[in-house]
């Protein structure tokens, strides 16, 4: 009964409870057990972030980011970011790495974007994982190391980030950071096409092409490619 849940989570938040604001807040931004309300969603947030509370702190800033509930602004967002990543939040961590990658809310330093990435993808977030092998890749904030990229987005593709996987792929495609490996990179294809990442779909319709990597099968390519073409890939239509 999540009406239910909503009506204790308000009566622990206007007691002080920092975990039912925040709770509370989720409720009006997914309208669950409540009618969707961001402006009243940011305000627990706020509450709760002021109390100290480190998700209320992410939550305060990706309202901020969005302008859902308070008028968008991204000093704000990357200021309450910022709070919740030196507390550890490593959500928080990645999205102040983006920040300074696009110099949103903050000048754009690359440098510091690297650093924390490298801080959430210690702690285990994939996504600051993805980014931190990107930024090797590209050289951007540190010195262009493929072996470090293809390295980092191998931890975050055996940890379920498709994206990585994908990028994975390629790199054992164009023996970047690895040795080239055909069918290495036609099975990362494979296991971030079937978790539906349109760019790997495409990549392993190629590789059915053209039997790179496994037995040329020019039905699985077009497969695949319809598969990719429905999910928007332009290359692939």
């Known amino acids: 009964d999540l009406a239910l849940a909503v009506s204790w989570w308000r009566k622990a ?74 507390a550890g939040h ?51 904030g540190v010195a262009q190391d493929w072996a470090l990229a293809a390295s980092w987005w191998r931890k975050a593709a055996e940890a379920g980030h498709t994206d990585a996987m994908h990028n994975l792929a390629c790199s054992y495609r164009k023996g970047e950071g690895v040795a080239k490996d055909w069918a290495l990179a036609a099975s990362w294809l494979q296991k971030a096409a079937e978790a539906g990442q349109s760019g790997a779909m495409h990549n392993l319709a190629r590789a059915y092409s053209t039997g790179e990597g496994v037995a040329k099968d020019l039905a699985l390519a077009v497969s695949w490619w319809r598969k990719a073409a429905e999910a928007g890939h332009t290359d692939a239509m």
């Open 90 to 140: 490593t959500d928080a961590m990645h999205n102040l790495a983006w920040s300074y990658r696009k110099g949103e809310g903050v000048a754009e330093d690359l440098a510091l974007a690297v650093s924390w990435w490298r801080k959430a993808a210690e702690a285990g977030n994939t996504d600051a994982m993805f980014g931190l092998a990107c930024s090797y890749g590209d050289g951007e």
């Open 13 to 86: 938040a206007e007691a002080g409870h920092a975990d039912a604001m925040h709770n509370l807040a989720c409720s009006y931004s997914k309208g669950e057990g409540v009618a969707k309300d961001w402006a009243l969603a940011a305000s627990w947030w706020r509450k709760a972030a002021e109390a100290g509370h480190t998700d209320a702190m992410f939550g305060l800033g990706c309202s901020y980011d969005d302008g859902e509930g308070v008028a968008e602004d991204r000093a704000l967002a990357a200021s309450w970011w910022r709070k919740a990543a030196e």
